[in-house]
């Protein structure tokens, strides 16, 4: 893997029909953060081969809107990807590491949100930007690191809906 994006789903519902978490499906809003923020990856050429995404409703309906903008992407439903944290979602993303150029990971905070301040630190991204990322990792928003051989992380991008950092 070259390069891996943290993608969380865009803005949901407050509640599901069930009451279940898992169902909650993503609203308005989310469908067009999500539609957008894939085009914006597609357009700066930051297009996985490979999306992991957690089976929640609220995630395949982020990759339904997002993955229209990578057609070529496969796609594999992970469920350890619910409520992951930080060190499951790495370890998922590492284990195909070798198969693929790009992996886009679309699941949950605080995970994502904690995995992009580990890989940021470990890539010496400036102060600023890390407590950035600590503050705010809103739906909808997206991280991309580069990957070297040894597998250290380089900050290539962080994108919030509606604005770029």
């Known amino acids: 893997m070259k390069r ?20 909650r499906r993503l609203a308005e809003r ?3 953060e999500s539609a957008a923020m894939g085009a914006h990856l597609a357009d700066l ?3 996985p081969d490979l999306a992991l995404v957690s089976p929640a409703a609220r995630t395949r309906e982020t990759w339904a809107e997002a993955g229209a ?9 992970e469920d350890e990807l619910y409520h992951a944290d930080s060190g499951l979602i790495r370890d998922l993303a590492a284990a195909v590491a070798r198969t693929v150029n790009a992996v886009m990971v679309v699941g949950h905070n605080p995970g994502l949100q904690e995995l992009t301040v580990q890989l940021l630190t ?6 600023s930007l890390i407590a950035r990322a600590q503050r705010q990792f809103p ?14 992380p380089a900050y290539d ?9």
Request: hydrophobic share 40%; glycine share 14%; net charge negative.
């Open 45 to 47: 050429g930051m297009t």
């Open 69 to 77: 903008h990578f057609p070529r992407a496969q796609v594999r439903f």
């Open 122 to 127: 470990e890539g010496g991204a400036p102060p």
């Open 139 to 152: 739906t909808a928003s997206a991280a991309v690191f580069l990957i070297d051989d040894n597998g250290r």
């Open 4 to 23: 891996l994006i943290l993608f969380r789903h865009g803005k949901a519902e407050a509640d599901s029909e069930s009451g279940e978490d898992f169902d």
């Open 157 to 165: 991008g962080l994108f919030l809906p509606g604005r770029d950092a």
């Open 30 to 32: 989310g469908h067009a």
